[in-house]
């Protein structure tokens, strides 16, 4: 099985929209008195994110096939570039820039792999030709 990746064409997801959080790697256990005590319950731990994007009709088609289609109802895995970093300089400790031989920087590059959130993504509030579409993805460890 080959895992897809989501699709190039579509825009940069708005800043806006961004939200991220970790899921909770402790297992709490408490007491009759006194603070209660956490333990590590998973090695490693996933990261929850939701996004959001403004698509012409042309990419909300993109979207819609790469969803049901390639990922099967939301399914299947996929790759995602992160967004965040991906793109941005490498920097030194002391905050320059690292160049190559050519002077040419040095970018971050971070491919996520994803699984789709709880709900399916939601469509509305079209604004000047181009429709929000929300989603959320877990990135997998």
Same mark, same amino acid.
């Given at each position: 099985?080959?895992?897809?990746?989501?699709?190039?064409?579509? @825009?940069?997801?708005? !800043?806006?929209? $961004?939200? #991220?959080?970790?899921?909770?790697?402790?297992?709490?256990?408490?007491?009759? =008195?006194? @603070?209660?005590?956490? !333990?590590?319950? $998973?090695? #490693?731990?996933?990261?929850?994110?939701?996004?959001?994007?403004?698509?012409? =009709?042309?990419?909300?088609?993109?979207?819609?096939?790469?969803?049901?289609?390639?990922c099967q109802e939301g399914s299947l895995p996929f790759?995602?570039?992160?967004?965040?970093?991906?793109?941005?300089?490498?920097?030194?400790?002391?905050?320059?820039?690292?160049?190559?031989?050519?002077?040419?920087?040095?970018?971050?590059?971070?491919?996520?792999?994803?699984?789709?959130g709880d709900t399916p993504p939601s469509f509305g509030?079209?604004i000047d030709t181009r429709e929000i579409v929300s989603?959320?993805?877990?990135?997998?460890?």
């Open positions: 099985m080959t895992i897809p990746t989501f699709p190039t064409e579509l @825009p940069v997801p708005l !800043a806006s929209g $961004y939200g #991220a959080q970790r899921y909770d790697p402790r297992r709490r256990r408490a007491y009759d =008195a006194g @603070p209660p005590k956490f !333990a590590r319950r $998973y090695s #490693a731990v996933a990261r929850s994110i939701t996004l959001t994007m403004r698509l012409f =009709a042309w990419q909300v088609a993109k979207f819609d096939r790469f969803y049901i289609d390639d790759y995602m570039k992160d967004y965040r970093i991906d793109g941005l300089n490498l920097l030194d400790e002391n905050g320059l820039v690292l160049t190559d031989e050519n002077d040419v920087p040095l970018l971050w590059s971070k491919i996520m792999l994803c699984a789709w509030g079209a989603f959320s993805i877990v990135e997998l460890p």
